[in-house]
């Protein structure tokens, strides 16, 4: 018996890459970075998800302060997710630096306490690049208690221009592209939309 001959319009078959076998992994750390939007949105997104599992999960932002009212917040606390907003806003317009980088570190110490824990299945470190890359936190103690979390404790982190050891820490990265942004056009940030 012969094989069933393609249609001439088909495209040809290609081979897949071999595959490495699967496995189940206990935790797993994702990082969503690039200067395209929907990073955190990304990793609110999983929150959903994790708390229809029924995981504790644990929300540290790094920027947004307790000024801002977004409105993944309200509908996450009300399911049960531990929010924390540590920062003093867009940080890159402070008035005060040093205020803004203690607070960074206040928010450091938050996140290594939750990741060594345990009592989180997920713990997102929302815009943690920021302090990072301003030298507010020092990545060595980042990835280390990342590395040395409970193994039952996954981690998403989110921010623009990850650096090189968190790309390294990370099972799964995703880089955002910024093809195109209303902002860039002079329209402002919409609510419902980008917060």
């Not at 690039?34 to 644990?58: E, I, L, N, Y």
Request: aromatic fraction near 8%; proline fraction near 6%; glycine fraction near 8%.
């Amino acid at each position: 018996m012969s094989a069933p001959e393609q249609p001439r319009h088909a495209a040809p078959r290609r081979s897949r890459p071999p595959r490495p076998p699967y496995a189940r992994a206990r935790s797993l750390v994702l990082l969503n970075t690039g200067a395209g939007k929907g990073k955190s949105t990304a990793a609110f997104g999983v929150v959903m998800r994790a708390v229809a599992r029924g995981w504790q999960v644990s929300v540290i932002q790094f920027i947004k302060s307790g000024k801002w009212k977004v409105g993944e917040e309200q509908v996450a606390r009300r399911l049960g997710v531990d929010w924390a907003r540590t920062g003093d806003g867009f940080s890159w317009c402070s008035d005060d630096l040093q205020r803004s980088r203690e607070r960074a570190r206040a928010a450091w110490e938050l996140a290594a306490a939750t990741l060594a824990a345990g009592r989180h299945q997920l713990v997102v470190l929302d815009e943690i690049t920021y302090p990072l890359n301003w030298g507010w936190v020092e990545i060595g103690p980042v990835l280390e208690a990342i590395r040395s979390r409970p193994e039952h404790v996954n981690v998403i982190l989110t921010g623009r221009e990850a650096p090189a050891g968190l790309i390294d820490v990370a099972e799964t990265v995703t880089e955002m592209v910024k093809v195109r942004h209303a902002y860039d056009r002079g329209v402002r940030a919409k609510r419902g939309l980008d917060f």
